[in-house]
């Protein structure tokens, strides 16, 4: 019996070492496995950090950029044949009022730096320049565009506050809407969008929380956006105020990355002193929203109402001074819907307008400019891109409303 119950036993007494050393084998696999990958995770990180470049301070520098051609055509003569914004009567002169034609200098470079500890506060430092700073008066000169600064930023960020320091968009107006046919001119100049890149220096405190909200400060410098010499420069009538452009706004944010919703309002405070002893106050009230819904769907816009909104970038259709030097008062905003169905695409439509108060202008302005638009952008695979934009603007003057068709095609590849 004794014998029966030990041959019995016998065989799960030595099935349990064989199973503990099999559990043990397939760890040990698993960890050495595990090991390979480490290893290999670190030779990739290892390479990643040697090919990058290094700043003299020691941060990683990224270089970022689009290289884009645009095909377009116009159906009436306006102030800018590639990028129009407002339109201008035809002439009597026997010659088509309207063209077609190519251009590259939308294309755009940007670099930034980053560190994850300076005074404290994480820091950013960007720059974004493209070629829209003109051409050169010479044979060719339109496929030689000029280089230009568009923004300067140099940001520090400590919990609940940032500070930023360089040129960007003033800070009642920190919106433009998506497009690859207004690169260089942001879509809806002189209907609705004020934009002008502007040195400055800016305070934001936000609070904490799925609902965030915030209060801004800025210190502009003051201008007008007037020509100025190819060397030498003089003051502009905001300069020589000898005071700089106060703007404030206040925010509500929720959501994250690319589904982060903000909505705000904003005030910006001038003056302007036109003649001697003369001193100009000039003001308006804006407001704007950034509004995603659900996944696919993005509203984005903004408004203004005031005087002096030309300060800015295109407000009141380009027009700072009116009738026996008022400074002229209107008002206009810009909204956009976009529909991304894919990844690779995003279509969407939009409309602007900018409506100066009649009385304030000459015999000679621009009662109002209004601006449709339809877009599509495709990224059909790996940096490549292409887009489609039609836009119709109507510009109003004293005598008649002159109307132009504005088609877009660009190609190009983004890094």
């Keep these: 019996m004794a014998a029966l119950v030990f041959a019995a036993a016998s065989p799960a007494a030595a099935q349990k070492p064989d199973s503990t050393k099999a559990a043990i084998d397939s760890l040990t696999a698993r960890l050495e496995r595990a090991e390979e990958a480490l290893n290999l995770l670190r030779q990739q990180v290892a390479a990643q950090d040697e090919s990058s470049v290094k700043t003299k301070s020691g941060m990683t520098l990224e270089w970022n950029g689009r290289v884009l051609m645009n095909a377009f055509s116009n159906t009436r003569r306006t102030n800018n044949s590639d990028v129009p914004t407002t339109v201008r ?10 063209g077609a034609g190519m251009e590259i200098r939308q294309t755009t470079l940007g670099l930034a730096v980053k560190s994850a500890n300076v005074l404290g506060a994480q820091f950013l430092g960007d720059l ?33 506050v940032e500070l930023l320091l360089g040129q960007e968009q003033p800070l ?47 210190i502009l410098g003051p201008m007008t ?52 002893h003369s001193m100009i106050s000039h003001h308006f009230v804006t407001a704007d929203a950034l509004v995603p819904f ?99 603007t109507t510009t109003t003057l004293t005598t008649r409303s002159w109307a132009n068709d504005h088609l877009n095609f660009g190609a190009g590849f983004e890094f």
């Design 89 to 98: 009567a035809d002439t009597a002169n026997g010659l088509p009022n309207g």
């Design 128 to 160: 974004d320049l493209d070629f829209f700073g003109g051409q050169l008066s010479t044979f060719g000169g339109r496929t030689m565009p000029v280089l230009r600064l568009r923004t300067a930023r140099a940001i520090l960020t400590w919990p609940g």
């Design 294 to 392: 659900g996944r696919i769907f993005e509203f984005r816009g903004e408004w203004f109402s005031g005087n002096g909104t030309r300060v800015l970038g295109g407000g009141a259709v380009g027009q700072l001074f009116g009738k026996a030097g008022v400074v002229v008062r209107g008002s206009g905003g810009w909204g956009q819907l976009n529909m991304k169905p894919s990844p690779r695409v995003l279509v969407g439509a939009g409309y602007g307008y900018d409506d100066p108060r009649d009385s304030d202008l000459t015999a000679s302005g621009r009662l109002k400019n209004v601006t449709s638009e339809l877009h599509s952008i495709v990224h059909p695979g790996g940096p490549l891109v292409f887009s489609f934009e039609w836009r119709r």
């Design 172 to 218: 009642v107006s920190n919106l433009n809407p998506i497009s690859l046919a207004g690169v260089g001119t942001p879509d809806f100049t002189a209907s609705g969008n004020l934009w002008y890149w502007i040195p400055q220096v800016r305070v934001t405190v936000e609070q904490k929380g799925k609902v965030r909200f915030g209060v801004s400060g800025a």
């Design 225 to 276: 956006g007037d020509n100025v010499g190819s060397f030498d420069t003089d003051f502009d009538v905001a300069e020589r105020s000898r005071r700089p452009f106060f703007e404030g706004r206040a925010r509500v944010r929720w959501g994250e990355g690319d589904h982060e919703a903000d909505i705000g309002i904003g005030v910006h405070q001038g003056w302007l002193a036109p003649a001697l």
